[in-house]
């Protein structure tokens, strides 16, 4: 067992390929914001270009990124260690890992991993002392593979801190629609990609149901985009859509978040869905096989949160589409209606989605936290070399395929 101070000291080590908007940045802001009661935090971004999601964090230490300046990398995060002196290490995603099981190869410092969400990985599993997992998928998965027979997983669903909505930016998203009184707003957020389309094409269904009940119903798809093409498939479909709206300005994508006031129901998924039930509105979720999604309700709750409400979640035979339209015409139906559904969900948020649940979890893991084992040495360095490798001959490809 670790000797563990009263006050642990967490280095998190986080890395980001792209734009640093993912959502496990965010998942890790709401960690840290309520660890720091308990805990001393820093965090060090290993990433291109500086994550705009941690921007207004404190103690964060920016590690510029590239497959040919690994062994700096490395320098930079031992720096840190020696200048943080930290009793924990914790990553949080798959490239950070590789990265930390190295670092604590060297300082035998305890170490932690996040697996932020997803499908259950099945060649590349995060192999770490201590898992924690957001879903009972992920946690199920691995539990059963035979690579994580040695590796402690912990389910801690993934919470959220509560939102700061900002009712002037939600007004002016209604304005930029052409909302009136009386109309009604279905609002999904993600990032444009095709890996949320199935979301968006069920809050599209969602919408096109009410409005055949007599409103005047408008789908918000808001978020930034990832997919050009998809964003150009989707701004046709609005153009021959009546009151379907493909917002993708960065005054609303911006902690977009704080824009759930401007809506009545919000099709939701992971962290996304637990805003939502915190800013009380009529909550929904995507359901795998059907073409409405799901509205939150004790009956469905549990079985959503299986796949950390994501489009891969399952309610099985009870729930047809007809009982599904049926539930969401009866939760969308009436002011009284729609305030009783939000009322369930903000309770729900109170009770199961607060990251201060998380927090106090975490602590508990730090209390008994290992390091990578010393005679696994060759696994943690090799899995950092081919991981190095895979993504230089990727850059390669892309630089032969771009003529550059």
């Known amino acids: 067992m670790s000797e563990t101070p009263a006050r642990p000291r967490v280095l998190f080590v986080i890395t980001s390929r792209g734009k640093g908007t993912g959502g496990h940045h965010f998942s890790l802001r709401d960690l840290t914001a309520r660890l720091r009661a308990h805990a001393d935090v820093h965090i060090a971004t290993v990433a291109i270009r500086f994550p705009p999601s941690l921007a207004d964090v404190p103690d964060v230490t920016f590690i510029p990124w ?38 604590s190869l060297w300082t035998r410092l305890p170490l932690i991993h996040t697996q932020c969400g997803g499908p259950t990985p099945r060649r590349n599993v995060p192999r770490a002392p201590d898992v924690v997992l957001f879903s009972e998928e992920n946690r199920s998965g691995l539990a059963a593979h035979p690579r994580m027979a040695d590796c402690r997983l912990h389910l801690i669903a993934s919470r959220v801190n509560p939102v700061a909505l900002d009712p002037a930016r939600a007004l002016a998203l209604r304005r930029h629609i052409d909302w009136q009184p009386g109309d009604r707003v279905v609002l999904r957020i993600n990032r444009l990609v095709h890996e949320y389309r199935p979301a968006m094409d069920q809050a599209l269904a969602l919408g096109a149901l009410w409005r055949d009940k007599g409103a005047r119903v408008h789908v918000v798809l808001l978020g930034s985009v990832g997919d050009e093409d998809l964003v150009r498939e989707l701004e046709s479909l609005a153009g021959r859509t009546p009151d379907v709206h493909v917002v993708t300005a960065p005054e609303f994508t911006t902690q ?105 979890k975490h602590l508990a893991i730090y209390a008994e936290a290992r390091p990578w084992p010393a005679g696994e040495a060759s696994e943690a360095v090799a899995d950092l070399g081919l991981n190095v490798l895979l993504e230089t001959l990727r850059r390669v490809r892309r630089a032969l395929v771009g003529g550059r």
């Open 66 to 103: 590239s497959p040919y300046r690994l062994p700096g990398v490395l320098a930079d995060l031992l720096a840190l260690v020696r200048r943080f002196r930290p009793t924990h290490l914790h990553s949080y995603d798959h490239s950070a890992l590789q990265l930390t099981r190295v670092l």
């Open 256 to 360: 977009a978040a704080a824009l759930l006031g401007a809506a009545d129901a919000v099709v939701g998924t992971g962290r996304g869905l637990m805003e939502a039930a915190f800013a009380g509105r009529v909550v929904f979720a995507p359901v795998a096989g059907h073409a409405l999604p799901a509205l939150l309700a004790p009956d469905t709750v549990d079985a959503l949160a299986h796949a950390n409400f994501s489009p891969r979640a399952r309610l099985g035979d009870a729930f047809p589409d007809e009982v599904l339209a049926r539930r969401a015409c009866e939760a969308l139906a009436t002011e009284s209606s729609r305030a009783a559904s939000g009322a369930y969900a903000r309770a729900l948020y109170d009770e199961r989605f607060d990251a201060s649940v998380a927090a106090r």
